[in-house]
């Protein structure tokens, strides 16, 4: 079953999210079971929503941005607030 997953990182700025996301690298290096991401500046902070094909795509993936935010010489100011939530229905697919 399909899952949202929405991220927040605590004082995380566009230009050190762009860094990370350098190291992640989804373009050249998909990551698998992600079927839409998207991100961008919210209050005190830059925000996420990844929908997944599951919890366990998600769960297999967390440890390639935490070694993405390490390699870009990112400090986070304590860890994302991550919030699954049910995903009813996605489309076009």
Do not use: C, Y
């Amino acid at each position: 079953m399909a899952v949202g997953i929405r991220m927040k990182f605590a004082g995380l700025e566009e230009e050190q999210f762009d860094a990370v996301n350098g190291h992640v690298d989804p373009v050249g290096d998909p990551p698998k079971g992600l079927l839409f991401h998207a991100s961008g500046p919210i209050d005190g902070g830059w925000g996420v929503i990844d929908f997944w094909e599951s919890r366990e795509a998600f769960d297999a993936f967390a440890p390639r941005i935490q070694e993405s935010v390490a390699a870009a010489g990112v400090r986070l100011q304590g860890p994302p607030d991550v919030k699954q939530f049910p995903v009813h229905e996605t489309f076009p697919r």
